[in-house]
């Protein structure tokens, strides 16, 4: 089955620590996006990329990287600079070109830094 | 600058009876119109989309979505809600080019 995997499903990290979340998909999609989630603040967009080896940083870039590496991998390292960093964070991708953008979403994963 | 407003943060209703969620945009020209639903501590799942056309557009688990254009609103509603609705709803727009603007969701309680 085609679709888009996250892991972990939850995550715990000590304040100050760096930390990775990956996003993987076999959808043969271009493009892919991450979002970070909040209660009450719907979802606010971290980073995006629509071709290998390129990406834009969203609303609310800081404090957060990514790589885009392979067409199918575009993981999240949530550094020590973010200052709030628990949250949902949930990663999309869609076809480049599919205009209209309909996204397609990984379940999430919820980090929490202690 | 685009931009989606959900008003109802908290929605609660009986099993069986109608739904409507609301949905208002801002966007300078012809808008591309989504809902997505979000069980707890899941990710998001598309119910419909409006791209152009008919303005009645019918989605996934007996959902459907009216665009009006002179209200600039989407509304979202289902005849006969059924406690598996109990979630989460957001509405996003779109002017393409992979921007695409969230609302703040309505959460949706379903008593028996």
């Known amino acids: 089955d085609g679709g888009i995997t996250q892991s972990p499903k939850y995550l715990f990290r000590k304040e100050g620590q760096n930390v990775t979340l990956s996003c993987e998909q076999n959808l043969n999609h271009d493009a892919m996006y991450w979002y970070r989630q909040d209660p009450g603040q719907g979802l606010r967009l971290i980073y995006y990329?629509?071709?290998?080896?390129?990406?834009q940083k969203g609303d609310i870039a800081e404090g957060y990287s990514v790589s885009r590496e392979k067409k199918e991998s575009f993981p999240l390292t949530v550094t020590s600079a973010q200052k709030n960093p628990t949250a949902f964070y949930l990663c999309a991708s869609s076809i480049l070109g599919g205009h209209p953008d309909t996204q397609y979403f990984g379940p999430g994963t919820r980090l929490t830094v202690l | 600058a685009q931009s989606v407003t959900q008003p109802d943060i908290h929605i609660t209703v009986s099993e069986g009876a109608s739904l409507e969620l609301r949905c208002n945009y801002s966007?300078?020209?012809?808008?591309?119109l989504f809902w997505y639903v979000q069980s707890p501590g899941q990710g998001l799942q598309l119910l419909l989309k409006y791209f152009s056309g008919d303005t009645l557009v019918q989605g996934i688990k007996g959902f459907e979505a009216e665009f009006k254009r002179s209200q600039s609103s989407f509304n979202l509603r289902k005849p006969s809600v059924h406690w598996s609705d109990a979630a989460e709803y957001f509405c996003a727009v779109s002017g393409g080019y992979q921007k695409v603007t969230f609302g703040t969701g309505t959460k949706l309680q379903v008593i028996p």
């Open positions: 966007y300078g020209a012809t808008p591309y």
């Open positions: 990329s629509q071709i290998v080896n390129d990406f």
